[in-house]
């Protein structure tokens, strides 16, 4: 079985980061890094995680004009991510750029491309938030309708609150990547997360990817919690 879990290393500095990777390695599949790590240790991170031999999922979230967003990814694929987010909000050409930019790049560098996945709706927001910047209120049609045109722009992976994964596997073609945040063991409280599933109901729902924070990171023994989740897996 490969290992789907991509711990999110949320945290603030690089030292923090590079010990808590070297800690988990053995029991997850991969690292996420998001806007607060990246924006306080830089690119450097990604290659020193990298170095390590661990997958990295660089988390920005890109949304620009096509061409901004394109050259973003281009760098990213240096860096040699495996997985990176762009917001689907920012359109279909937008996205078509953004994963000819990662075709392109990866392959003028003999390497595979990575996985270039689509945020549709964010889980911080909920109807009333949708209809205040002028979008269809239902959120479970607004994501459907994000995932559409970002599997009609090419892109090969979304990511996806838990409560959505088994309606987006009923429209979406079966080679399409779902990542889940929102996972919680039971074990844990929720904290933010407002839609939760454990680890082995979103795999059986149909996702490919489980981005676990809080419940590794905060956890008292990080690699003990990490191994948790996987063995409930099996
Ligand atoms: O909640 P947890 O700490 O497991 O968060 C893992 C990832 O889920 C975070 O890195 C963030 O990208 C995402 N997240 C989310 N919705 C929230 C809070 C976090 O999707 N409300």
């Given at each position: 079985m490969r290992n789907p879990i991509i711990a999110a290393?949320?945290?603030?500095?690089a030292e923090t980061a590079l010990k808590l990777a070297a800690q988990i390695a053995p029991a997850v599949g991969a690292f996420k890094i998001g806007k607060e790590l990246f924006v306080a240790a830089g690119p450097d991170i990604v290659r020193r995680v990298r170095d390590t031999g661990a997958a990295v999922f660089l988390d920005l979230k890109f949304h620009d004009s096509p061409n901004t967003v394109a050259r973003a990814v281009a760098a990213a694929v240096r860096l040699d991510v495996q997985m990176l987010t762009l917001h689907t909000s920012g359109g279909g050409e937008m996205m078509r750029a953004a994963e000819k930019s990662a075709q392109d790049t990866a392959k003028s560098l003999g390497r595979p491309a990575p996985l270039v996945l689509g945020v549709t709706v964010?889980?911080?927001?909920n109807s009333n938030a949708l209809a205040e910047i002028g979008?269809?209120?239902n959120v479970g049609h607004q994501v459907e309708r994000l995932a559409n045109l970002a599997v009609k722009a090419g892109l090969r992976g979304l990511v996806c609150s838990p409560l959505e994964i088994a309606d987006l596997r009923e429209i979406l073609p079966e080679e399409i990547q779902l990542v889940t945040p929102g996972i919680r063991t039971g074990a844990e409280k929720a904290d933010d997360q407002k839609r939760t599933l454990t680890p082995r109901e979103a795999v059986a729902a149909g996702a490919d990817w489980l981005v676990i924070g809080r419940p590794i990171y905060a956890a008292e023994n990080p690699l003990a919690a990490a191994e948790k989740i996987l063995e409930s897996l099996k």
């Amino acid at each position: 079985m490969r290992n789907p879990i991509i711990a999110a290393l949320d945290v603030p500095n690089a030292e923090t980061a590079l010990k808590l990777a070297a800690q988990i390695a053995p029991a997850v599949g991969a690292f996420k890094i998001g806007k607060e790590l990246f924006v306080a240790a830089g690119p450097d991170i990604v290659r020193r995680v990298r170095d390590t031999g661990a997958a990295v999922f660089l988390d920005l979230k890109f949304h620009d004009s096509p061409n901004t967003v394109a050259r973003a990814v281009a760098a990213a694929v240096r860096l040699d991510v495996q997985m990176l987010t762009l917001h689907t909000s920012g359109g279909g050409e937008m996205m078509r750029a953004a994963e000819k930019s990662a075709q392109d790049t990866a392959k003028s560098l003999g390497r595979p491309a990575p996985l270039v996945l689509g945020v549709t709706v964010l889980t911080s927001m909920n109807s009333n938030a949708l209809a205040e910047i002028g979008c269809e209120a239902n959120v479970g049609h607004q994501v459907e309708r994000l995932a559409n045109l970002a599997v009609k722009a090419g892109l090969r992976g979304l990511v996806c609150s838990p409560l959505e994964i088994a309606d987006l596997r009923e429209i979406l073609p079966e080679e399409i990547q779902l990542v889940t945040p929102g996972i919680r063991t039971g074990a844990e409280k929720a904290d933010d997360q407002k839609r939760t599933l454990t680890p082995r109901e979103a795999v059986a729902a149909g996702a490919d990817w489980l981005v676990i924070g809080r419940p590794i990171y905060a956890a008292e023994n990080p690699l003990a919690a990490a191994e948790k989740i996987l063995e409930s897996l099996k």
